[in-house]
């Protein structure tokens, strides 16, 4: 297939507007995979993505498709020439922006998914902005016309108002029912350019995706930019300089099929005995050893989105933690792990560049002069109440678009939850990383019987502090259990203490309601009361249940 007869699009869409089944439809519809498979959205391949149901890793797949220029069904057309049609899917979830970014890099086109009921949403306009600032011909699709409540009308005035998009551009389907999906594929064909490239030129490739398999090792998904690249080439990293040897290269058509060769234009998969995904990053160029080619722009090294820290809730699980841990560091290139130890909680790991409320020193105004705090813009998107127009976009009669900056630590805490408890569930949220913005922060400590819990210590605006104190200690007070001495928790910033709650002493016997002797009832009650104290962890001479540390989290 010469590149006038490749297309590469990705199918982008606000979570749950159908962009999976869509992809499932079109793998079908074009025979790369049985229909009704048994297996629910294809590309939904990671089992955790099954379980949640969002797409987190991007899949590819390869289709072949008949079309002639006449607009005659495919079927009444046996010669009509074949295209090579790879559906690159992107991650949906609003953290990966960094993966869909390099998705598209590899696309000319997008299909654009709309839910004729719901409308344009946070993470259609975000996904929309990434794919017109890639320069992708968009496709848009109003997919669940079959709804009772679907109003394709008002979404395509939705499209035109938001991104002048002409409403004679958009598709109607519904993945559902089938009905108007056959027009996708010859849209595609049509509307979305062949991918440039030159085909003399030495191999350049982008790194998509990349994961680990037992027995083949790393496979890397690439799209090939310029040049061909056959079995038995040697090629090189931009990124770490390391060359190897292509041991197999071939198609996702949808399981990995060897060709031997993928040519300019053309997505597929490389092994070349790379050891861990570490080797492979999202974004990197490959390319022709010994030869001095320009990396495709855009690489950035993995950024972290989830930071934690693991602490055995049993010390002498660390070793099996660690094994753990080192299992899922390699197959995911994007988890990179160090090892903490907390005075409270012994041994334990921490994803890096988590910024340890502990390292920083208690008081910030003797040794600190400014602190400075990540932030976002946020876009909501909520329906629209009656009342006077301010700074709001309006998307339509019934719905508004908000912009703020916020910092990021006020979206990180249940933000999203009570953003769709208060509006019943109808605001979208989506944000984007922003600047860092100088703000007065202090570090509060959490002492239990004057003794700093370095693991409960926070950052928290100075402004705040004083309820947050509140809070925490009100909250920590509610989950320790009493214990045969008094404890006193205190929430403290620097040297002051800004709140404080006693706890006071209690022999909680557990043995006090049984009468008489039944030895295995006493025994059973004693078992029972060890195997609580095992999930807590000891603090000095205080035993904390796990609840309170997931509770402290959710003060901000
Ligand atoms: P993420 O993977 O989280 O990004 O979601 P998605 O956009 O891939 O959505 P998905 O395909 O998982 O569809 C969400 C829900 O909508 C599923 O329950 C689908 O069965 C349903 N759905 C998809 N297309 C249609 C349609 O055309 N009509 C109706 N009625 N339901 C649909």
Not at 135 to 157: C, G, H, R, W
Not at 515 to 520: A, C, P, R, S, V
Request: charged share 25%.
């Amino acid at each position: 297939y010469p590149p006038e007869r490749v297309r590469n699009f990705s199918i982008i869409a606000h979570v749950d507007h159908g962009k999976s089944t869509l992809a499932d439809r079109l793998l079908e519809l074009t025979g790369t995979i049985k229909k009704g498979h048994g297996q629910p959205q294809y590309l939904d391949k990671l089992q955790v993505e099954r379980e949640r149901g969002i797409t987190v890793k991007a899949q590819t797949a390869t289709m072949f498709y008949r079309h002639a220029n006449n607009q005659l069904p495919a079927s009444d057309q046996p010669d009509a020439p074949s295209y090579l049609l790879n559906l690159i899917d992107t991650p949906g979830h609003v953290d990966f922006s960094y993966e869909v970014s390099r998705s598209l890099a590899a696309c000319q086109g997008a299909l654009l998914v709309v839910d004729a009921a719901q409308g344009v949403q946070a993470q259609t306009i975000a996904n929309f902005y990434l794919a017109f600032e890639s320069n992708l011909s968009i496709i848009p699709v109003i997919n669940k016309i079959d709804q009772p409540t679907a109003d394709p009308d008002n979404v395509k005035a939705q499209l035109k108002r938001l991104f002048d998009i002409d409403p004679s551009e958009a598709l109607l389907t519904s993945a559902k029912t089938g009905q108007g999906l056959s027009q996708v594929l010859p849209a595609v064909i049509e509307r979305i350019p062949s991918p440039p490239g030159k085909c003399d030129s030495p191999v350049r490739m982008l790194l998509l995706d990349s994961y680990y398999d037992e027995y083949k090792g790393v496979i890397c998904h690439v799209a090939v930019v310029d040049g061909a690249l056959h079995k038995g080439d040697k090629i090189a990293s931009a990124a770490t300089g390391r060359t190897y040897e292509v041991l197999d290269v071939g198609i996702m058509h949808p399981e990995l099929t060897p060709t031997g060769v993928l040519y300019t234009g053309q997505v597929g998969y490389v092994i070349s005995g790379m050891r861990s995904t570490k080797e492979a990053r999202i974004g990197d160029t490959l390319h022709q050893a010994k030869s001095i080619v320009e990396p495709l722009p855009g690489f950035k090294p993995a950024r972290h989105m989830v930071f934690s820290g693991l602490y055995p809730a049993d010390g002498s699980d660390f070793d099996a933690l660690s094994h753990a841990i080192e299992k899922l560091t390699c197959n995911d290139a994007s988890v990179s792990v160090t090892k903490e130890t907390s005075t409270a909680l012994g041994m334990g790991f921490s994803k890096v560049q988590v910024e340890n409320p502990a390292a920083l020193a208690s008081n910030p105004g003797k040794r600190i002069a400014a602190c400075w705090e990540p932030t976002v813009i946020a876009t909501i998107i909520i329906p629209k109440r009656r009342g006077e127009q301010q700074e709001y976009t309006f998307i339509d009669a019934q719905r508004a678009l908000l912009k703020y900056r916020l910092p990021l630590r006020e979206i990180i805490v249940d933000f999203y939850n009570e953003l769709k408890s208060i509006t019943s569930g109808y605001a979208t949220f989506d944000y984007e990383d922003s600047e860092y913005q100088q703000s007065d922060l202090v570090k509060m400590d959490i002492l239990l019987n004057g003794q700093p819990v370095d693991a409960m210590a926070t950052i928290v605006h100075n402004q705040k502090a004083q309820r947050v104190g509140r809070e925490l200690v009100d909250k920590l007070k509610k989950f320790i259990e009493r214990q045969m001495f008094e404890i006193t928790i205190q929430a403290a910033v620097g040297s002051k203490v800004i709140a404080r709650e006693t706890l006071s002493a209690m022999r909680k016997n557990v043995l006090a309601k049984c009468y008489g002797g039944d030895i295995t009832r006493k025994k059973k009650l004693l078992e029972k009361q060890k195997e609580g104290k095992k999930r807590m962890k000891r603090v000095g001479s205080v035993d904390i249940p796990q609840e309170a540390f997931h509770e402290l989290l959710k003060v901000s």
